[in-house]
């Protein structure tokens, strides 16, 4: 198996709501989406409002047509956001195979369909111009695909439901774990599904202080996300290596994640809080 160039770049780092101004120059405000890239192959991870500042970069880059394969982990507004202003997605010599989840009786497509539809968005997908195949993809489902590329799945705990996503190529895997809460059910499937991994992308959207409501109020508890110290816990106890905090809380300023940076730093020294612009070689 070839050994290919395997880069993850961070596009979208914010969940819940795009947080633009003074206060997020460093860290960013967009929220989730995550390029992997893989020798000359995409896989965008989610479709937040990240991925316009993606499609102007894929714009500019390419001199041909431009393909990828999109991993929506769930339909909340956050994650797909950003796809009716992706760039490519309006040229006709642009292709683009999306993964998502089925639900509620209803394919992927259809679901996916839903919100550019009036009264939602004035523009229809099929407006757009590119070509688009559709697949739906269900919680521990393996795509075997070509270059050597595997891409695992796992259901997170999450309202909705919500994917999970690792993928390997060449002996090195990135993790993708974004939206999940760590009420003790699903932890050692994640624990099994990060094993070893080179890079695991964790929903830290708050400390253990505001789940627990000992340090906010109202306690963040059952509102689908967990904290940078269980993902210490987690990443520690899968013998993983580097940990990139995820889905900044919306409240979040560039001191606030700095500080929470500084602290996850300190006890487990392999860890980053994601940037927009960031990218991570394996």
């Known amino acids: 198996m070839s050994q290919r160039r395997f880069d993850v770049t961070f596009w979208g780092v914010r969940?819940?709501?795009?947080?633009?101004?003074?206060?997020?120059?460093?860290?960013?405000?967009?929220?989730?989406?995550?390029?992997?890239?893989?020798?000359?192959?995409?896989?965008?991870?989610?479709?937040?409002?990240?991925?316009?500042?993606?499609?102007?970069?894929?714009?500019?880059?390419?001199?041909?047509?431009?393909?990828?394969?999109?991993?929506?982990?769930?339909?909340?507004?956050?994650?797909?956001?950003?796809?009716?202003?992706?760039?490519?997605?309006?040229?006709?010599?642009?292709?683009?195979?999306?993964?998502g989840q089925a639900k509620l009786g209803r394919t992927f497509e259809e679901l996916f369909r839903g919100q550019m539809q009036p009264p939602y968005f004035p523009v229809l997908l099929d407006t757009m111009g590119?070509?688009?195949?559709?697949?739906?993809?269900?919680?521990?489902?393996?795509?075997?695909?070509?270059?050597?590329?595997?891409?695992?799945?796992?259901?997170?705990?999450?309202?909705?439901?919500?994917l999970a996503f690792r993928i390997?190529?060449?002996?090195?895997?990135?993790?993708?774990?974004?939206?999940?809460?760590?009420?003790?059910?699903?932890?050692?499937?994640?624990?099994?599904?990060?094993?070893?991994?080179?890079?695991?992308?964790?929903?830290?959207?708050?400390?253990?202080?505001?789940?627990?409501?000992s340090e906010a109020s109202p306690p963040r508890k059952g509102w689908g996300h967990s904290t940078w110290q269980e993902g210490v816990k987690l990443v520690r106890a899968a013998g993983a290596k580097q940990l990139i905090l995820f889905h900044h809380a919306m409240e979040r300023t560039d001191a606030d994640l700095a500080r929470i940076e500084s602290l996850a730093k300190a006890v487990y020294p392999d860890c980053l809080a994601a940037r927009e612009g960031m990218t991570i070689h394996l």
Not at 31 to 51: E, K, N, Y
Not at 135 to 142: A, H, K, N, P, S
Not at 175 to 203: K, M
């Open 15 to 99: 969940g819940s709501l795009p947080i633009p101004g003074p206060q997020t120059t460093q860290f960013g405000g967009n929220t989730p989406c995550v390029q992997v890239r893989i020798g000359d192959r995409d896989f965008i991870i989610d479709a937040g409002s990240g991925l316009y500042h993606l499609g102007q970069a894929l714009r500019r880059q390419s001199d041909g047509p431009v393909q990828g394969i999109f991993l929506i982990s769930h339909l909340h507004w956050d994650h797909i956001q950003g796809f009716p202003f992706f760039g490519p997605a309006f040229a006709g010599q642009n292709r683009f195979t999306l993964y």
């Open 130 to 162: 590119a070509q688009f195949d559709f697949c739906d993809l269900r919680g521990g489902e393996v795509l075997e695909l070509d270059d050597g590329v595997t891409v695992r799945t796992v259901l997170t705990n999450h309202p909705d439901e919500c």
């Open 168 to 213: 390997e190529q060449g002996g090195r895997s990135c993790c993708y774990l974004s939206d999940t809460e760590h009420d003790g059910w699903n932890d050692p499937l994640l624990q099994a599904f990060i094993a070893g991994a080179d890079l695991v992308i964790y929903d830290a959207c708050y400390t253990d202080g505001e789940y627990d409501g």
